[in-house]
Every structure is written in C-alpha cells, then in structure tokens.
C-alpha cells in the first residue's frame, strides 16, 4: 500500500523533471538568441512550476508534520509558519 509520504515523493519528482525540462529549454531558448518576450515567458513558466512545486512541499509539512508540532511544540511549528510566510511576501 502507497503512503500519502510516496505520493508526494512521487508529485514532487514529476514537478522537478518538469523543472529541468523547462530551464534545459530556456537555456537552448537564451543559446539560440530567441526573442526575449519569448524567453520571459518560459522563465514565467519556469516560476509557476516552481510554485506549483512549493505547494506540493507545504502541503506535506501541513499534512505530516504540523499537527505534531503544534501538539508537542507549538512555539517551533508557529515560528517556522510565520518566517515562512514572511520569506513569501516579501
């Protein structure tokens, strides 16, 4: 039986090869002197990606490890939550 743990492994592998795809192609894109909106719009793509990869990690912690911690740390889970939402909306 696959755990929620694997799935994960599993959607943030997919989301990596994609990653690499992408930036293995921007950097062809940069080499063969493509037009900038066009490199723009890869790299846009390549963020969203990453976001998207990003979502996949903090749903794992918020699934897996934050009601632990808010059970038995508490201060530890909030402060970890807080710089990190802090580190996103800079």
């Given at each position: 039986?696959?755990s929620?743990y694997?799935?994960?492994?599993?959607?943030?592998?997919?989301?990596i090869?994609?990653?690499?795809?992408?930036?293995?192609?921007l950097?062809?894109?940069?080499?063969?002197?493509?037009?900038?909106?066009?490199?723009?719009n890869?790299?846009?793509?390549?963020?969203?990606?990453?976001?998207?990869?990003?979502?996949?990690?903090?749903?794992?912690?918020?699934e897996?490890?934050?009601?632990?911690?808010?059970?038995?740390?508490?201060?530890?889970?909030?402060?970890?939550?807080?710089?990190?939402?802090?580190?996103?909306?800079?």
């Amino acid at each position: 039986m696959k755990s929620h743990y694997t799935d994960v492994k599993v959607k943030a592998e997919k989301r990596i090869n994609i990653i690499k795809g992408q930036l293995d192609g921007l950097q062809k894109m940069i080499a063969n002197d493509v037009y900038c909106i066009d490199l723009l719009n890869q790299s846009l793509a390549i963020q969203n990606s990453l976001t998207s990869l990003d979502a996949v990690l903090f749903q794992r912690h918020l699934e897996t490890h934050v009601p632990h911690q808010f059970e038995h740390e508490k201060e530890k889970a909030t402060t970890e939550l807080i710089k990190l939402f802090k580190r996103i909306n800079k």
